[in-house]
């Protein structure tokens, strides 16, 4: 998994990297011109490498948990004030998690809508900026899974807060870490209908945004 990281972000670098070293003249940017306000529309996928947390689950259960890595994917709306340097973003990913335990996958799959605020300085052709901001997760698809003799329900909603940093190259080609951290339980673990224990999918990602 650490390879596929390190390889993600040298692709997320060199995209951005070839954005700024093209010519200016064949994108529609003037560094000299910018607007007061700007909004656009563009489109966002990224990794996810999820990070479950669990509480009150059995060791035996624990011991034989491990993360994976999943994606996400959707529509992103972003509104800066560029002479400020202030902005906010808000998008609506489908979101894929996965987690095993004992070689049982426990896949989360959410529609999510994060609202991230963020503070940017320019540098030359980039606009270097830190972020965050709460999301809303909504789960889709099966909510239930065996696992061990356990069922695990995935929670019908949840809350969790995202910050991070990235880079937006020519008002285009933007790349971002984030770290997402859940602040309510993603489901919870029952055995012949007892409660045996919670879990949280937080998550590192990795996401790459263009701009129309």
């Known amino acids: ?29 003037n560094q000299h011109q910018k607007k007061t306000t700007e909004l ?3 489109v966002t996928a990224g990794l996810n490498i999820t990070q479950m947390h669990y509480s009150g689950v059995p060791e035996g259960i624990k011991n034989q948990a ?5 994606f996400l994917v959707g529509p992103t709306l972003l509104f800066t004030l560029p002479k400020i340097g202030l902005g906010a973003d808000v998008s609506a990913h489908f979101d894929y998690r996965y987690a095993t335990i004992s070689d049982v996958g426990i896949k989360t799959m959410s529609v999510q809508i994060p609202l991230n605020l963020r ?37 019908n909603s949840g809350l969790s807060l995202n910050f991070g940093l990235g880079v937006l ?7 971002r870490i984030c770290y997402n951290l ?15 224990g919670n879990g949280k999918a937080n998550a590192l990602q990795v996401l790459v945004s263009y701009f129309f």
């Open 66 to 70: 491990s993360n994976k890595a999943g």
């Open 119 to 155: 503070y940017g300085i320019d540098i030359d052709d980039l606009n270097i900026f830190v972020f965050a901001g709460p999301q809303l997760n909504v789960p889709v698809g099966n909510k239930t899974t065996n696992v061990l003799g356990a069922e695990w329900r995935t929670t």
């Open 169 to 175: 190259a020519m008002d285009i080609i933007q790349a």
């Open 1 to 29: 998994m650490k390879k596929n990281i390190t390889f993600t972000i040298l692709m997320l670098l060199l995209a951005v990297v070839s954005a700024q070293a093209s010519p200016r003249d064949e994108w529609p940017y």
């Open 40 to 42: 656009k529309l563009g």
């Open 182 to 196: 859940s602040m309510k339980n993603t489901g919870s673990f029952f055995y012949e209908g007892e409660w045996r």
